[in-house]
């Protein structure tokens, strides 16, 4: 959509924060209180329309330096060269302190101030919904962070905000979403306030914010698996009992959409081309997905290459396959110091005869990610912050484990149905190949029954795993965590195997010092989580683990 919100007059709400954490000093606060020309009681619902915008935007240097260039190398959806981990990784952390959680309190206190705070329970509940959203990317890549006091400093002159462990913040968290979901799904009155269309993200259908919330219960019950199972089933019982349930449709997606925003544009080439791995575009070609076309884009062997090939008597390299009806799609090594024959396609390309010449590799689908990367003006950009797939596959697993009661061959299938219908649409905006036209039911019935697809009780666990993998291409946070948590794609699977990968991959990130003021209790949160200050190299970082992560498997080790 076209955002036509002036957010000038609304930005002093999110610097309210950015003083606490980042910059370590105390902000005197007079000349906001004083100054007639600052506004003293502003608008909640553009307060909201920052924030949520906030909560996408900031995310093109995340994709950039963090999604493209590191974390899908992780989880082998996607290869390119490698190069180092860098201090531009991490902006969720100063974003959520300076751009998200500061207009969220602030809708907070001023409906708190209001006589008829009651009629603004649903609005005030959609706050705490975004600041726990992002508040577990942030946890997920640095443990311990501040929440409880992390905005008491305008309000209360806390300058020096403890962290909350990951225990107390799921806690915290599980309590909070708990409460929305009781005010959002309570009976509105001709008196409920609305943030109507100022809410960019769901136009406030409170139903569908009281399933987003349900489905953040499933991440955070995720999170808890490897520490404690019976606080998963203890949540994921929760949700499928709830009469709301998580979001279950792609029309339940929470989405950003805009047609003057990007997230990477033309830095979707950075430093290097991105290309498709080999294990994922084998599986899908394997399975005939109807994904295969929207994320990656056919090489150079289309149209009438064969007869070139019998003209020059030349042939293909070994590893690809002239009989492949898909053999436009090919992938190369996650890891490019082993010496696999594709990694010589990657720059290169193969010469039949100096007016013959073929680009074998598959590189992403760049149109898909980013519309307008290279310079084309048409198409709109979606950011997934939350998909229904992504919580139909949860609810699969918990129920395939026995954490919940419930048929998770149906909810599987809704999540294949929610995932292609999801990335269709996202291809579609984005003026980007589709998976199917009109309504799409012949090609996804066709996917499901795929004998190599549809749960068959043999390895139904590692079906489900590996649709969540295939699903999670436009969420790569939630993909790195997967990964991380479950040990799948899993080495040695027959039916999708983890490539071999010889780099550290680290699993956390780092908090800067953050001065004087609130060293101590960053000193404090290192100590108690067995944190290494001031490390950012990824062999260091390869080695400690968040809380929620200590117990989990190795890349690649299953569970």
């Not at 080495?491 to 071999?500: D, H």
């Amino acid at each position: 959509m076209k955002m036509s919100i002036n957010f000038k007059n609304i930005q002093w709400g999110a610097a309210v924060g950015v003083l606490l954490l980042l910059a370590g000093c105390k902000k005197d606060f007079a000349d906001i209180n004083t100054n007639p020309s600052n506004v003293t009681t502003p608008e909640i619902k553009f307060l909201l329309s920052f924030s949520e915008e906030r909560m996408a935007t900031y995310q093109g240097t995340e994709w950039v330096w963090e999604g493209f260039e590191q974390t899908y190398r992780f989880t082998q959806h996607f290869t390119m060269s490698p190069y180092e981990l860098t201090t531009n990784v991490n902006s969720r952390y100063g974003a959520y302190y300076g751009q998200i959680l500061p207009n969220l309190a602030e809708i907070r206190r001023q409906i708190d101030l209001k006589d008829n705070k009651a009629d603004y329970a649903k609005a005030k509940a959609v706050t705490y919904i975004l600041g726990i959203m992002q508040g577990l990317k942030v946890t997920d890549l640095n443990g311990s962070i501040p929440y409880t006091e992390a905005m008491k400093g305008r309000y209360d002159g806390v300058f020096s905000p403890a962290f909350d462990n990951q225990q107390a913040l799921f806690t915290a968290w599980l309590a909070e979403l708990n409460t929305a979901i009781t005010d959002l799904t309570a009976a509105s009155t001709s008196s409920t306030v609305s943030y109507g269309t100022s809410d960019i993200i769901y136009k406030s259908d409170w139903t569908k914010w009281a399933k987003l919330a349900n489905t953040l219960k499933l991440r955070i019950a995720a999170r808890f698996e490897n520490e404690n199972a019976a606080k998963t089933a203890e949540i994921a019982k929760e949700v499928a009992n709830s009469p709301v349930g998580p979001l279950q449709l792609s029309d339940d997606d929470a989405v950003y959409s805009s047609r003057d925003y990007d997230a990477s544009g033309g830095a979707i080439n950075y430093r290097d081309i991105k290309y498709g791995s080999t294990a994922l575009i084998n599986f899908m070609k394997k399975v005939n997905d109807p994904r295969t076309g929207v994320y990656f884009n056919p090489n150079d062997l289309v149209g009438s290459f064969k007869d070139t090939l019998t003209k020059y008597a030349s042939t293909l390299p070994a590893f690809i396959d002239i009989n492949d009806p898909l053999i436009q799609f090919q992938g190369g090594p996650v890891d490019w110091t082993l010496n696999a024959p594709q990694q010589n396609y990657f720059r290169n390309a193969f010469v039949v005869s100096p007016l013959n010449k073929y680009n074998l590799i598959s590189t992403i689908n760049r149109r898909f990610f980013a519309p307008r990367w290279d310079g084309t003006t048409t198409g709109t950009y979606t950011e997934l912050l939350a998909g229904a797939a992504e919580s139909c596959f949860l609810m699969a697993e918990f129920i395939k484990k026995g954490y919940a009661t419930g048929d998770f061959n149906a909810w599987y299938n809704k999540g294949i149905e929610a995932s292609i219908k999801s990335m269709n649409t996202i291809a579609k905006t984005a003026g980007s190949t589709t998976a199917f036209s009109g309504t799409g039911a012949a090609e996804i019935s066709a996917y499901q029954n795929n004998a190599l697809v549809k749960l068959n009780g043999t390895n139904d666990l590692e079906r489900i795993y590996v649709q969540q993998h295939v699903n999670l291409v436009r969420e790569p946070n939630e993909a790195f965590v997967f990964c991380r948590r479950t040990g799948y794609p899993k080495t040695g699977s027959a039916y999708f195997g983890r490539e071999v990968f010889n780099e550290p991959i680290p699993r956390r990130f780092w908090i800067d010092d953050p001065g004087e003021v609130n060293r101590a209790n960053w000193t404090a949160a290192y100590s108690e989580q067995g944190f290494t200050p001031n490390v950012k190299d990824a062999l260091s970082l390869s080695k400690e683990r968040v809380w929620y992560d200590k117990k989990a498997p190795a890349f690649g080790a299953g569970n």
